[in-house]
């Protein structure tokens, strides 16, 4: 079976200010650089990216973006462009996060076209899909997941999967204390693996990441890092707290 190193990305949305953001990124820099066995990744605000990599430049804690613009430069009011965020340290990406899906109303065409500006831009390129409430009880999971993932990596060459994670959301569980159960997640998980099978081949099937995200908190973190297609977390409210998210790695680290 194909060995997968965890991701666990700590999204702090639109949290944190400037001198709590750098204590909380240098708190879990510290836990990161004692566990090698997993990939820890921080994405705070696009204003305290800068900040944060002045705190952890020497360790082995990285650093993202929450969002990216598709274009390289031009009258793009209120957005950042690739090129922004890499002179600031930035590595990494979240793209499709529900928030930016049904808040801000981002459309598949405009989340395909930001991964494929993500991955040419040179960043690690998390897709987050998931379904809303109304979606899994009309019976629609499976249907809308594989369809955002059909969507969002129609632009994404075989070559350059190996940037990509994916992350399995389900809207209905995101900041609500609700959690798929294990089993639930499990089966989307598969899903997503035999679609990316279907789309490439067996080993970028075995070998992508596809974290799990929604609600993800110390205690439930193992139950459901022990799903062998589950490959780590994107935690949205615990990643405020150091003591959590350090928690959760440590989970990670025990899976
Ligand atoms: C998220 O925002 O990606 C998320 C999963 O949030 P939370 O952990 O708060 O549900």
Same mark, same amino acid.
């Given at each position: 079976?194909?060995?997968?190193?965890?991701?666990?990305?700590?999204?702090?949305?639109?949290?944190?200010?400037?001198?709590?953001?750098?204590?909380? *990124?240098? *708190?879990?820099?510290?836990?990161?650089?004692?566990?090698?066995?997993?990939?820890?990744?921080?994405?705070?605000?696009?204003?305290? #990216?800068?900040?944060?990599?002045?705190? =952890?430049?020497?360790?082995?804690?990285?650093?993202?973006?929450?969002?990216?613009?598709?274009?390289?430069?031009?009258?793009?009011?209120?957005?950042? +462009?690739?090129?922004?965020?890499?002179?600031?340290?930035? !590595?990494?990406?979240?793209?499709?996060?529900?928030?930016?899906?049904?808040?801000?109303?981002?459309?598949?065409?405009?989340?395909?076209?930001?991964?494929?500006?993500?991955?040419?831009?040179?960043?690690?390129?998390?897709?987050?899909?998931?379904?809303?409430?109304?979606?899994?009880?009309?019976?629609?999971?499976?249907?809308?997941?594989?369809?955002?993932?059909?969507?969002?990596?129609?632009?994404?060459?075989?070559?350059?999967?190996?940037?990509?994670?994916?992350?399995?959301?389900?809207?209905?569980?995101?900041? !609500?204390? $609700?959690?798929?159960?294990?089993?639930?997640?499990?089966?989307?998980?598969?899903? #997503?693996?035999?679609?990316?099978?279907?789309?490439?081949?067996?080993? #970028?099937?075995? !070998?992508?990441?596809?974290?799990?995200?929604?609600?993800? $908190?110390?205690?439930?973190?193992?139950?459901?890092?022990?799903?062998?297609? =589950?490959?780590?977390?994107?935690?949205?409210?615990? +990643?405020? +707290?150091?003591? +959590?998210?350090?928690?959760?790695?440590?989970?990670?680290?025990?899976?």
């Amino acid at each position: 079976m194909t060995k997968r190193i965890p991701i666990i990305g700590g999204n702090w949305k639109m949290n944190t200010n400037l001198e709590s953001g750098m204590l909380l *990124a240098g *708190a879990i820099a510290d836990q990161a650089d004692t566990c090698e066995c997993c990939e820890v990744v921080v994405y705070p605000p696009f204003l305290y #990216i800068q900040a944060v990599d002045s705190v =952890i430049d020497q360790t082995s804690l990285h650093l993202g973006a929450q969002n990216i613009w598709h274009e390289p430069s031009g009258a793009f009011t209120g957005e950042v +462009s690739g090129a922004m965020l890499r002179e600031v340290g930035a !590595t990494s990406v979240i793209i499709g996060h529900s928030e930016r899906r049904h808040i801000l109303g981002e459309s598949a065409e405009l989340i395909s076209q930001k991964m494929e500006y993500s991955i040419k831009d040179g960043f690690q390129t998390v897709l987050c899909v998931g379904e809303t409430l109304e979606e899994r009880e009309a019976g629609k999971t499976v249907e809308v997941v594989l369809g955002q993932v059909k969507s969002g990596l129609q632009h994404v060459h075989a070559s350059k999967m190996e940037m990509v994670v994916i992350a399995y959301e389900p809207v209905w569980a995101i900041g !609500t204390g $609700k959690t798929a159960s294990p089993d639930d997640a499990q089966n989307v998980h598969k899903e #997503i693996r035999e679609c990316v099978r279907g789309l490439y081949d067996e080993t #970028i099937a075995n !070998t992508l990441r596809i974290q799990y995200g929604g609600s993800v $908190k110390p205690d439930n973190a193992a139950e459901l890092f022990a799903c062998p297609d =589950i490959d780590g977390a994107l935690v949205g409210g615990a +990643s405020l +707290s150091a003591d +959590s998210f350090n928690a959760i790695v440590t989970a990670a680290c025990e899976s």
